[in-house]
């Protein structure tokens, strides 16, 4: 364990499905994140809370939402997805303190399948 | 552009040495970090280096040359354990990380 814990670690759903992924870190951390990683693609940042609001939103479609209730939880809810999105989700934490190094911790990921 | 160009993948031999080659190009530069992912888990730390030169951590050394936007990681004395992904990644002017997509490496015996 990373001290950052997602779940479900799969999820199957078709394309009429709302479903959720969930991310919770014990570290302390104040900023979080969602990145996409599909095979022999570099990681892409989704969506980052710094301190719970939202500073990053890389252009993602709007059938991504993610909601972050306080610095310890963040989830992406999913709906009317597409076969393109399967993919592996991950969820990071850091401490962002403008000093240098933002050394991510990551969670073992959720493995998304959309029929 | 933002770029970060890195071998697919690499094998080699357990015991062997292996040198996994890195080239950035971002807007900005605040450091350059490698991850380690073994099939199926979370990307780990292993290394970050800001400065140019060598910085090594026990079997693990990883090099930096701004001037030349390039980094490698060094891996000695290699291990089966050591059958994992490195993941190559810069970081901007707005501290956010440029990933690269990633070496696989596979170590035979």
């Known amino acids: 364990e990373t001290g950052v814990t997602q779940t479900p670690r799969h999820l199957v759903m078709g394309m009429t499905n709302k479903k959720s992924l969930k991310c919770e870190q014990h570290?302390?951390?104040?900023?979080m994140y969602w990145y996409k990683q599909s095979a022999k693609k570099p990681l892409e940042l989704m969506f980052v809370?710094?301190?719970?609001?939202?500073?990053e939103n890389n252009s993602v479609p709007s059938r991504f939402s993610p909601e972050c209730p306080n610095s310890s939880h963040l989830f992406l809810h999913l709906h009317t997805l597409q076969p393109e999105d399967s993919a592996l989700y991950l969820c990071a934490s850091s401490h962002l303190d403008g000093s240098g190094a933002n050394v991510l911790t990551f969670g073992a990921g959720s493995r998304l399948t959309v029929l | 552009g933002q770029n970060i160009d890195q071998p697919t993948e690499m094998t080699a031999t357990e015991g062997a040495i292996v040198q996994i080659n890195c080239t950035y190009q971002t807007s900005g530069f605040n450091g350059l970090f490698w991850y380690q992912q073994h099939a199926g888990e979370a990307p780990t730390f292993l290394s970050y280096n800001v400065l140019d030169g060598l910085e090594e951590k026990g079997r693990f050394s990883s090099f930096l040359s701004r001037s030349k936007g390039y980094s490698y990681l060094l891996l000695k004395e290699l291990q089966m354990k050591d059958s994992a992904s490195y993941l190559c990644?810069?970081?901007?002017?707005?501290?956010?990380?440029?990933w690269g997509a990633g070496t696989k490496l596979i170590i035979k015996p």
């Open positions: 570290l302390g951390h104040n900023a």
């Open positions: 990644a810069s970081m901007d002017s707005n501290y956010q990380l440029i």
């Open positions: 809370y710094n301190f719970k609001e939202q500073t």
